[in-house]
């Protein structure tokens, strides 16, 4: 009965939660482009819990003009200590909120439960508020709380589908697998299909934010804004920083008015995990299959050499690749994702090389987005899905709409138009090195679907198309040690002037839900531009790391960890029997996980260290030890031996173990 009756009080209280209540926010003109609003608000404290109390937040939407309402969802966090530091930060998908990365990576708060049907947030010790002012933008339209129109619809968490209008509960479920909740349209069309098209939104809502937050400009137009980007931000970031440059130069020769516009210079871009072009790092997904940081094979060697082969087989991934581009440089110079012959070129060509170069991965049973794990993989923890979908939290940031992690219509938009493998940003990212911007790739080893291999591929390609210098001496600087504590090394990076490459030891796709303190050190090196190695002042004009001329740290592969079943992430979360069970009304579902029984919820919670309760909602009793320095950035001394470190959120006091990303069909999903 007891476990009737808690399974009873979750599906009242998630039900309640679906439609957003309303919620006052502050909307004014852009003071710079009158065709912008700014809705805003300071979400109460303890929403998203910071070290210091007196860090100020913004959450918000700019609405841009269009041919369709366009709200872009935006959170701003104040860093701990006083700058003119500003750091963009954008996950990937395309249509992954970067709200994943605010939660679960390197934002200033982590989501944790406090007892049955309570979540609270904590402070996370190495979140990236700890070098610099944050901005966390869910692009493109639709995507995370960004929204078009507000739309009435049907939730299915078996599928993670959405239905609009709303829907009759399926026969087949229980009814808390299917809820009614306000979304945006599910329109398609009122979306970006290319990561052209997704740029040019993002410049116009820097122009509101900025404008409506000036004090949060670099002081010196000299230092300028700091953009860091994961998996498809590999794409992203080169692609908008170009827009950024480009936009920059309209202005100063009167095509765009100044008094109108703002500069966005840029100072570091930083790609962790990026896919950034297939011609060069497809060949490296069979690579690394068989030749990884744990020399394990997860492919036998016949199906690694075919998949190896047909990257540049007679109609194969790298023709395709290059028929694609050169239809778009004749048809749709703008990638405006408008012309059917070249978005069928470019489709086809993705198509292929995920089918034959990089699906027969999937025969491992592995995760792509690690390697050491069995799939389903759940690590980061889904917990925060939970909380970001309460009642009282839509309330604190003002959001009209619910939250979703990753947006059907904006993957299938990007995927209509083979967006994945239109453009050679590679000189793209050689054009901005040589203007002086810093640009760093992190890589986290474990994992597959972006994996370093591919990465240092890209880091090398870029040396070669900046400049003489870079094409030798960036190949010829060794592996250095990344020192991220007194007693911690890493990871390994080359580097030599403005250019690094970081190889983030027992890491997966998300680099800082992994290894959140190395992850910060090498943020704020690339950001600060000193040594990503120690964190030493350098003189870019003639530093070059030193060491071996590769990266061989190898270890043996670890046992991998069980999943954790999360309601709201079941196709990525949940194995078969799973799924049955949840479908079958059996087991016990609390805070949003899945137990067989109430017993084993009871056992995992005894042996948690719990939050302690407090009155109001959102706010934790969690502090810091008076030990731990929750600011400022280390310089290392000496190095110490390369030592183990344990996964980032494992001393949570989170009830579920570890949660996570994946690949689904065809449709790669880059968080």
Aim: charged share 10%.
């Amino acid at each position: 009965m007891y476990q009737i009756l808690l399974i009873a009080f979750f599906l009242i209280s998630i039900a309640t939660a679906q439609y957003p209540p309303i919620s006052n926010l502050t909307t004014i003109l852009s003071p710079v482009d009158g065709n912008i609003t700014i809705s805003y608000k300071s979400p109460p404290a303890g929403t998203c819990k910071t070290a210091f109390p007196n860090q100020q937040q913004y959450t918000g939407w700019v609405n841009i003009p269009g041919s369709y309402s366009t709200n872009t969802f935006f959170w701003f966090i104040e860093a701990r200590d006083p700058t003119d530091k500003l750091t963009i930060w954008l996950n990937g998908g395309p249509g992954s909120s970067s709200m994943i990365g605010l939660f679960t990576g390197n934002g200033p708060c982590e989501v944790v439960e406090n007892g049955r049907g309570k979540f609270i947030t904590r402070a996370r010790e190495f979140g990236w508020d700890r070098g610099s002012n944050m901005l966390y933008i869910d692009q493109p339209n639709q995507v995370g709380f960004s929204y078009d129109t507000p739309t009435n619809c049907s939730l299915d968490l078996m599928t993670s589908n959405i239905y609009t209008p709303s829907q009759a509960l399926p026969k087949s479920q229980p009814a808390y697998t299917f809820l009614n909740g306000t979304f945006s349209s599910l329109n398609q069309n009122n979306t970006a299909n290319t990561t052209a098209i997704a740029g040019m939104a993002i410049w116009h809502m820097l122009q509101g934010f900025l404008g409506a937050f000036p004090q949060y400009r670099p002081n010196d137009t000299a230092v300028g804004v700091h953009l860091f980007a994961e998996s498809y931000g590999g794409k992203y970031g080169p692609a908008f920083a170009t827009l950024w440059t480009h936009q920059n130069r309209l202005r100063s020769n009167g095509t765009l008015s100044q008094n109108g516009t703002i500069d966005i210079k840029l100072a570091s871009l930083g790609i962790v995990n990026g896919c950034v072009d297939d011609l060069i790092q497809a060949p490296y997904y069979p690579a690394f299959a068989m030749n990884n940081s744990y020399n394990f094979e997860a492919l036998n060697p016949t199906r690694a050499s075919l998949a190896a082969a047909s990257f540049s087989a007679p109609g194969g991934c790298a023709q395709l690749i290059a028929t694609c581009r050169t239809a778009v440089a004749s048809q749709d110079p703008e990638n405006d994702g408008d012309v059917a012959a070249v978005n069928k070129a470019c489709q086809t060509a993705y198509l292929s090389c995920t089918q034959n170069v990089m699906q027969p991965y999937a025969d491992s049973g592995r995760s792509y987005y690690d390697i050491t794990h069995f799939l389903p993989d759940s690590f980061p923890p889904s917990t925060y899905l939970e909380y970001l979908n309460t009642a009282e939290f839509q309330a604190a940031i003002g959001s009209p709409v619910n939250y979703t992690e990753t947006n059907t219509q904006v993957v299938n938009a990007f995927t209509s138009t083979g967006d994945y493998e239109r453009q050679a940003l590679v000189p793209d990212l050689a054009a901005l090195l040589r203007s002086g911007v810093r640009i760093g790739f992190m890589y986290g080893d474990q994992d597959y679907i972006c994996n370093w291999l591919g990465g240092e591929a890209i880091s090398l390609a870029v040396a070669a198309q900046t400049s003489a210098s870079y094409a030798s001496r960036f190949p010829a600087a060794g592996y250095a040690p990344i020192i991220t504590n007194s007693s911690y090394v890493g990871g390994a990076v080359r580097q030599y002037g403005n250019l690094s490459f970081s190889r983030v030891y027992d890491a997966g796709h998300a680099v800082p839900a992994y290894q959140p303190e190395t992850a910060f050190e090498i943020f704020a090196r690339i950001m600060s531009g000193t040594s990503v190695s120690t964190g030493e002042i350098i003189n870019p004009s003639v530093y070059n790391t030193s060491g071996t001329p590769n990266s061989t740290y190898t270890q043996t592969l670890p046992d991998a960890p069980s999943n954790t079943c999360y309601l709201r992430n079941v196709g990525l979360t949940c194995n078969e029997n799973q799924k049955n069970m949840i479908l079958a009304q059996k087991g016990t579902v609390i805070n949003g996980v899945l137990y067989s029984n109430l017993e084993e919820y009871s056992s995992i919670a005894s042996s948690a260290a719990v939050a302690v309760p407090t009155n109001a909602v959102g706010t934790s009793t969690v502090s810091f030890t008076t030990t731990q320095v929750l600011t400022g950035l280390f310089t290392a001394t000496a190095t110490p031996s390369p030592t183990r470190k344990s996964l980032g959120l494992s001393s949570s006091p989170n009830l579920a173990t570890l949660g996570s990303f994946i690949l689904g069909a065809f449709i790669l999903l880059l968080t």
